[in-house]
């Protein structure tokens, strides 16, 4: 392979991978480091290579710092230890999760061995004067090291897998920078497929997760579908950045107005609170300092054009824009619209409302299901109740109504034992006349009796 095309290959990975040119080469020099020590390299060598992208061509050392002299019990001792490290190297296997364990074992003895002699990263001072006198303790040596021949396919074979994993490693840790950045804000991404409840959605360069609670319920995820979604969060995992988006999420609304409305993005109109059921209606409260700029027509734009962007963008989801105060009653108020309120009352220690209005606007007020109602009171803070001007009144009459009761009690009590006293003596009089009726009823049935007799019987003499 040449120089140019050398350099063409690291630049395309460069481009494809969005992986720095530096980490490319770096890779590239780990890689024929690995290849040197399989197939020429020494028991106590440190090989480094430095690899040069322009002529195509590199150079090998070996490179040792100077210490102290130690003494030779230590030496022998630490020949031993090198012995069985290397037979644990050779046995473990060339996977991630070996590596992991190797660097936390690493890491855990780090001060030990910074305190003893490694033959391989280490020269002594004696040792050292001996090759060059002007050597001082914490100077590094580079010794270069000559290639005796081409690397066999087992070099080859380690170098390629030394390039891919440190290539997808880069490409991880990149990733992952990028998208850290991006979290809270708002990207286009396209439809890729479904997997269960799950939508995957690419972003470009990476595939991001829409799970069933940061869906909306009306919403038809097809492939090649475009929409905007809510970066919530992003993790570090072994296989890459793991972003999960959403589109149901409360702060979408919100930067879908910063996006739309320049007077928002510029600071002149600011949003105060947001309350969404995603699918079915939002509410946004918005506020400006400068009387001569109306917050709410800003918002909506020349025949509704700016809002009718936003609401084709939440695939027809409802949005009310109502005028933010300080005024808690007015706030209220206007959180209730397109409902007409006619009086509002307040607790401000237990943050409770109640709202009066017409018999007309109660279901305006109230909402389908109470949606209307509910956004209100997430949108302002408050716990707010509706009442009708009708059930109002009523629940004045009865309290009214409370007091005349208790004034007429003894009254009442009188009057039931005079009539008590009365009934009795009537139910004696009702039984004697009703004996009375019963005895000349059975008086006039017999008579009525004797005369059919008789008038039989003179038929029969006549015949």
């Not at 530096?22 to 106590?44: H, M, P, Q």
């Not at 994993?165 to 950045?181: G, V, W």
Request: contains cysteine; negative net charge; aromatic residues 4%.
């Amino acid at each position: 392979m040449d120089q140019s095309s050398i350099a063409d290959a690291v630049k395309q990975i460069c481009d494809e991978k969005g992986i720095p040119l530096e980490s490319v080469t770096d890779t590239i020099e780990a890689a024929l480091a690995a290849a040197y020590r399989k197939d020429f390299g020494e028991k106590n060598q440190n090989v480094k290579v430095d690899f040069d992208l322009t002529t195509g061509k590199s150079k090998i050392f070996d490179i040792k710092t100077v210490v102290e002299d130690v003494p030779e019990e230590e030496l022998l001792e630490e020949d031993e230890e090198n012995k069985d490290e290397k037979e644990k190297e050779k046995e473990t296997k060339t996977t991630k999760k070996d590596e992991n364990k190797a660097e936390a074992e690493i890491s855990t003895d780090d001060e030990d061995e910074a305190k003893r002699f490694n033959p391989k990263t280490d020269i002594q001072i004696s040792d050292a004067q001996a090759i060059k006198k002007s050597y001082k303790i914490d100077d590094v040596i580079k010794t270069e090291l000559e290639v005796p021949g081409d690397f066999g396919r087992m070099a080859a074979q380690t170098a390629k897998q030394v390039i891919i994993q440190k290539l997808r490693e880069s490409e991880r840790e990149t990733l992952y920078e990028e998208f850290k950045d991006k979290k809270g804000e708002i990207l286009v991404g396209t439809v890729q497929r479904r997997e269960g409840n799950l939508v995957l959605i690419d972003l470009g360069r990476l595939t991001a997760l829409l799970p069933p609670d940061e869906q909306i319920r009306n919403e038809n995820y097809t492939p090649g579908a475009h929409l905007k979604v809510y970066i919530m969060s992003v993790a570090e995992t072994t296989k890459g950045p793991e972003v999960i988006v959403s589109r149901s999420h409360p702060e979408i609304v919100k930067k879908l107005f910063f996006l739309e409305i320049p007077e928002i993005a510029n600071g002149i109109v600011e949003i105060k609170s947001v309350s969404r059921e995603a699918g079915g209606r939002s509410k946004i409260a918005v506020w400006t300092d400068q009387e001569n700029i109306d917050p709410i027509g800003s918002c909506i734009g020349q025949r509704g054009a700016r809002i009718q962007t936003i609401i084709s963008e939440l695939k027809g989801e409802k949005v009310d824009i109502i005028k933010y105060s300080d005024d808690p009653v007015e706030y209220i108020g206007n959180a209730l619209s397109p409902a007409k309120i006619l009086d509002i009352q307040i607790n401000e220690e237990e943050k409770t409302a109640i709202a009066k209005v017409a018999e007309d606007q109660l279901s305006l007020a109230i909402g389908k299901a109470g949606q209307n109602v509910r956004l209100a009171a997430k949108l302002t803070g408050w716990k707010i109740d509706i009442v009708s001007e009708t059930e109002k009144k009523d629940d004045e009459e009865e309290k009214s109504s409370e007091g005349d009761s208790d004034d007429s009690k003894d009254d009442k009590v009188v009057e039931t034992t005079e009539v008590e006293e009365t009934s009795q003596d009537e139910t004696k009089d009702v039984k004697k006349e009703e004996a009375k009726k019963d005895k000349e009823v059975k008086k006039e049935k017999k008579t009525a009796k004797t005369k059919i007799t008789k008038k039989k019987e003179t038929k029969k003499e006549k015949e």
